[in-house]
């Protein structure tokens, strides 16, 4: 077995801040090609997250195509029943690359969230090492708890986000996206102060934050991921009404620009399966973000 | 000598960030004209940083004058030489109260930086106990090292915001201001990333961080400050090109709403001393801060 397939058995997942260029460099989206395995990759496409699922598949079919992927599977899902298809969840079990559109997390959890469809998703993940993408919704869909819902205000504000149960392919993280576009680390703060088992991941447009199961991270992209570590943190907002803005004293805050990497670790001696460019000293401060984000954790 | 005339001596700083209210509760005028002493209060009113100062000088004089100050004294400085104009420096050396208006802060150290009235701001403050007042502009320029110039975009760009030298009523800080409502997060964090020497305050509109010197702070008004503290933090800024977005980690990041108070560490044995409503404990993450913007530095 040579050292590019035991890599790709890792299993990768490629998260998208949304709006990733479809029409220039295509640099996200290439990768997700490469790590699906380019010219022999099958990939599936679901679309459930969006209310116009015919032209989210359109868009993605044609991209994926260009750049040079096998074979593309269009996977509609109107409803759970679909979502329980064995066949369909048959063609995404033994799919290389799955790719999750935008539009809204829930819509897509609830048609999702515990079918063969989800097994199946989580199936060619782990015991395949498949490629897992998703962009704007279907980047927040990855999580175990998802942001679901919230304002993005200027000040945190205590009970305005709702999160939800995700497809769990990372744990102990919350992602959210368009995240300096929109100006959410807001409403961020307000999710990991009141969870701060939770790190914060927010992911800018046209930049993806890409995980090697088990090895490390990459940000690549245009913009930079931004991640907040409340695990330290002093705050009163288990004592203050909904509505009202907590006090946060020392959150920890990494900003982390397209081009960063960083590798477990435990894995700095194997140089062969570093994300290219890794440092190879993952300060102490990043340790636990580039250790639950890489978890190879069970088949759930 | 009373407890109240006692504290008066320590002099304070009200530092504001931008579009206080005037007309409805005035919480932060109220007590920027209660710190300078209310009824007895002469109020020497600095209009230099805008280029409407005739406009600043009616709406000042109107409010603290409706706040019950006994006297308002127009400072209005078109040039350096009335600023060392030595009739006009003695009244504002012997003023209660001194508020700098809104405008543009590298006009304001343009026309009073070094001069007799700078002096006498000064000699106010630090050997007969006066409150310094400054919104927007006037809140920047309190600062050793001002924030000058910048953008405000969506990420931290190196060599995208310069300083200048302020007035030094604070020392180790940086201080921006409208904070939150024009998103100036990544602005204070290409400060922090290049001079992670200073601590980086971001005062939202209507609030203020007011200042006991020696004593302690607290947080009046609408909205939050935030404090950003680099001095932990490892990141690539040296290395990169101007433009360059900086890979910033365990930047440490404080939100303070409305209604924070802490004092130093050694003043909680003189409860009559305190803000009102100030911790008991001030957190250690937070005692630098405290003690940099308390700190009682000599007249320069």
Known sequence: ????????????????????????NK?????????CGGSKATIAVITAASKVPDEMWRRYDQVFTE???RQTVRVDLPDRATANDAELAER??????????????????AMIGGT?????????????????????????????????DGKADLLPEKGSVSLGAGLGFVQRVVIDQHFSERHRLAR????????????????????????????????????????VDGRMMISNVADIPAGGTPQLIDVRLHLLPAGSSFALPEEID?????????T?????????????????????
């Open 1 to 24: 077995m040579t050292a590019a397939l035991d890599r790709r058995l890792h299993g990768h997942l490629v998260i998208i801040g949304g709006h990733e260029d479809r029409e220039n």
């Open 27 to 35: 640099e996200i989206l290439s990768r997700f090609v490469e790590l």
């Open 67 to 69: 750049l040079g992927a």
């Open 92 to 109: 995404v079990r033994a799919a290389d690359g799955i790719f999750m559109t935008g539009g809204d997390q829930k819509r897509l959890l």
């Open 116 to 148: 063969l469809m989800d097994e199946a998703m989580h199936s060619a993940l782990k015991q395949r090492g498949a490629c897992i993408g998703g962009t704007s919704a279907g980047a927040s869909a990855m999580c175990g708890h998802m942001l679901a």
């Open 188 to 227: 961020l703060l307000t999710v990991v102060a009141q969870n701060p088992y939770l790190l914060g991941i927010g992911i800018d447009e046209d930049t993806a934050l890409v995980v090697e199961r088990g090895v490390g991270i990459e940000v690549i992209g245009a913009g930079s991921v931004t991640v």
């Open 270 to 278: 194997h140089p062969h399966q570093l994300p290219p460019g890794a």
């Open 280 to 300: 190879r000293n993952t300060p102490d401060a990043l340790t636990d973000f580039v250790r639950n984000v890489t978890k190879r954790n069970p088949v759930s």
